[in-house]
């Protein structure tokens, strides 16, 4: 079974600090990575998506992927109390289930003023 | 353009009825998928619809259905209604069914069983 892992948190973190936010993966095969940002009661919302090793960055955010390791990770430069939200590690691979996304569970980010 | 746009946002059912979710997708894109997503969890794979075929199904019992139409819009069905499938019913569009495309979320339609 394809897993997706996440701490869950809270993680907290003063305002104009960098957030580190955590995942790592099972099936080897995966393809792409994705993050999506969800507020409380909200839907799903994508920041970045990554395909190859090494780090993509768009403005605040960066994105680090390490296949060897199983592991991607997100970057928040100079959060903000905007950026409190839950993060989701989200890993897409190709097989018999089509276009499918697995989450992890998501982890909790509070920026604190 | 507008976003992937899903109806109704927010719906109360009784155990043991049916329910039908509604989705269209982006503009210009051709696959849909359905997820769920149960408080405090992240969101599980039900099905994904690619030109109005069936392309990958999550574990879920057959009470769940799904299908798509030509102008690519999809619906979700779930019969027999439980407690436990309380609940945000997320739908995706892609622009086609492949793996590397980026996948964008509607608002959701959020399910309460009662």
């Known amino acids: 079974q394809k897993e997706v892992e996440q701490n869950s948190g809270p993680l907290s973190v003063p305002e104009g600090a960098i957030a580190s936010l955590n995942c790592t993966y099972s099936d080897r095969g995966s393809q792409s990575f994705f993050w999506y940002r969800q507020y409380s009661g909200k839907s799903p919302e994508l920041i970045m998506f990554?395909?190859?090793?090494g780090d993509k960055e768009d403005g605040r955010f960066t994105a680090q992927l390490n296949k060897a390791s199983q592991y991607v990770s997100l970057l928040i430069r100079d959060s903000q109390p905007s950026d409190s939200a839950t993060y989701l590690c989200a890993v897409n691979t190709r097989d018999n289930a089509g276009n499918m996304l697995t989450f992890g569970g998501g982890t909790r980010l509070m920026v604190k003023p | 353009d507008a976003g992937v746009t899903q109806s109704p946002t927010h719906l109360i059912k009784t155990r043991g009825q049916h329910v039908t979710l509604r989705c269209s997708p982006i503009?210009?894109?051709?696959?849909v998928s359905w997820y769920q997503q149960v408080l405090g969890q992240g969101p599980q794979f039900i099905f994904q619809?690619?030109?109005?075929?069936?392309?990958g199904r999550g574990n879920f019992p057959d009470r769940f259905s799904a299908r798509q139409f030509p102008n690519y819009s999809s619906e979700l069905n779930v019969n027999a209604l439980l407690l436990g499938d309380s609940a945000l019913y997320l739908c995706?569009?892609?622009?086609?069914?492949?793996?590397?495309?980026?996948?964008?979320f509607g608002e959701g339609s959020w399910l309460t069983v009662v």
């Open positions: 990554i395909y190859s090793n």
């Open positions: 503009s210009g894109h051709k696959s």
């Open positions: 619809y690619y030109e109005k075929e069936e392309r």
């Open positions: 995706a569009s892609s622009h086609t069914g492949g793996a590397g495309n980026t996948i964008y």
